[in-house]
């Protein structure tokens, strides 16, 4: 689950019962903040830029507040009583519970699919809308959610921040960090159904797969 910056929680462009006025807009991804300093913080998330390095571990953040909420991840003053992880913040520690009390309080009108946070629920409704509010400014693709815009603008801005530590190589995304590492580790996830060959990545899977269809390669 990806946890909120105070800068994004403050973030009233989804918040429709909202009356408070909307005068701070982000020019990249179109949302809108009451303070320019959440504005201001926010926009770093567009740059690449990451000042400010945990003395804990090697994440780096784009703002202080950021940082300041990693920072307690390393501590237990959020800490759940049932498996020990440590939160960043009190209302991600009250979201992460209902991992263990089943709750799901938001439900979709819909299909009636039920989630366990009203974030969620908004992303989930705009697989029925259709909707893509968050567009690059740079070459006009679109995206259902903010987090996928700020991973594609990494593309624009070249930023890597995932590096394996045994090779150095860089990637954008943690997920091909991740596909990467199995390279070393020799590990093969994706098996066969046929005749239980294993491989590292599902593409040489797919690719593989094709002996026993008969498709050409």
């Known amino acids: 689950m990806i946890m909120k910056t105070e800068a994004e929680r ?5 918040r429709a019962h909202d009356d408070q006025p909307k005068l701070h807009l982000c020019t990249v991804c179109h949302k809108q903040f009451r303070r320019k300093g959440h504005l201001n913080a926010h926009s770093y998330r567009h740059t690449g830029v990451k000042l400010f390095p945990c003395t804990q571990c090697e994440k ?3 703002c202080q507040m950021s940082l300041h909420e990693h920072m307690n991840i390393h501590t237990t003053k959020y800490r759940c009583t049932e498996c020990g992880r440590c939160c960043r913040t009190s209302s991600a520690l009250t979201v992460h ?3 263990h009390s089943g709750e799901k309080p938001f439900e979709c009108t819909a299909c009636n699919k039920r989630f366990r946070t009203s974030h969620d629920l908004v992303i989930h409704s705009r697989i029925h809308s259709g909707e893509k509010p968050y567009n690059c400014h740079l070459c006009e693709k679109v995206f259902s959610v903010s987090s996928a815009l700020h991973v594609h603008m990494r593309v624009h801005t070249g930023d890597k921040p995932y590096v394996c530590s045994v ?3 860089r990637f954008t995304r943690s997920g091909d960090l991740g596909t990467h590492s199995r390279t070393h580790s020799g590990e093969k996830l994706y098996k066969c159904y046929v005749c239980e ?7 040489h899977l797919y690719r593989h797969l094709r002996v026993h269809t008969g498709k050409k390669l």
Do not use: L, P
């Open 10 to 14: 403050n973030d009233v462009t989804e």
């Open 60 to 62: 780096r953040f784009s």
């Open 97 to 99: 519970r209902r991992v």
């Open 167 to 169: 090779c150095g190589k």
């Open 197 to 203: 060959k294993a491989f590292v990545v599902s593409s």
